[in-house]
């Protein structure tokens, strides 16, 4: 097993090989942009652990690596315009950069770019990653869908938020960790256990979004805090607030989420301090923890030596530390 700094570096190099630049300039300048932002390379990451971890060379995963983390690029180029976002990863967006019609054309080729990296393996194991592809890009369409209605329904409960944040966000990173399992060529029950590690540990990354989104440092979150709020989202933390909040705290909480004013900033201070008065800030803590640990719990199922284990188990710990 390599290090998660490793797996970085050779996904990287990987990446820069590729050659995103071509004519009609406009439509390929956004998605090289975009894919040199940088940012943890996270779910390339996992793919490529998952193949090692199953005891084939993480190289031969590299295309599929690459597949995960331009389609996840894309789905971010599309969620910036549709919450008309200025930065990401500390950056100006590609919407913002170009333009809305170049956002949206840039990410529709992404979308495609993705596709191909998968012909690069037999024609068995690229039906069963086209297969899983398909189905996971379709269920974050569906999570992003989800996440637009919550803005404007008044009904929403945590079962249908943690419903949406599973198909925008958990199911992806289980996805990228089951292409490893499926390029190795290992045990059906392996592969649906290492999905379902990433599913929870990917629940337990967005909840921490969510709260870094609201509680981050605008320095090292890289993106605009607050932006939830702003964007009067129904996340976990306003969930909870509600939940638990007094009537006139939960009358002040639905004003405020009813209301967009020029200047945000007294609406993002407001919303925090009840956040944190009502206890959501902690409740979400907790919830963090929870799906984490469920998702440590999973590996202990897994057919796999124990030092294997305790890689996996390594990268979730440092994942859920993270600042940005």
Known sequence: MHSIQAYQEHFINYLQQQHFLRDPKNLY?????????????MRPVLTLMAAEVFDVNFEKALPAATAVEVFHNFSLVHDDIMDDAPLRRGKVTVHEKWNLNTGILSGDAMLILAYQYFENYEPAIFKDLAKLFSKTALEVCEGQQYDVDFETRDDVTLADYLKMIQ????????????????IAQTSKENAD??????????????????????????????????????????????????????????????????????????????????????????????????????????????????????????????????TV
């Open 29 to 41: 300048e956004p998605i090289d942009y975009i894919l040199g932002l940088g940012g943890k390379r």
């Open 167 to 182: 198909y925008k966000t958990a199911v992806l990173v289980g996805a990228a960790l089951k292409m490893g399992a499926i």
């Open 193 to 322: 256990l290492i999905y379902e590690f990433g599913l929870n540990l990917g629940i337990a990354f967005q909840l921490q979004d969510d709260y870094l989104d609201c509680f981050g440092d605008p320095e090292t979150f890289g993106k605009q805090v607050g932006g939830d709020i702003i964007e009067n989202k129904k996340t976990y933390l306003y969930l909870k607030a509600i939940e638990f909040a007094q009537p006139q705290e939960k009358a002040q909480l639905l004003h405020l989420y009813s209301i967009q004013p020029q200047d945000n900033s007294d609406k993002i201070e407001s919303v925090k301090e009840i956040f944190t008065h009502t206890g959501a800030s902690k409740a979400t803590q907790k919830a963090i923890e929870d799906y984490t640990q469920m998702a440590f719990e999973t590996l202990n199922k897994m057919q796999l030596s124990e030092d294997k284990k305790i890689a996996l188990k390594s990268f979730g710990e440092k994942l859920m530390k993270r």
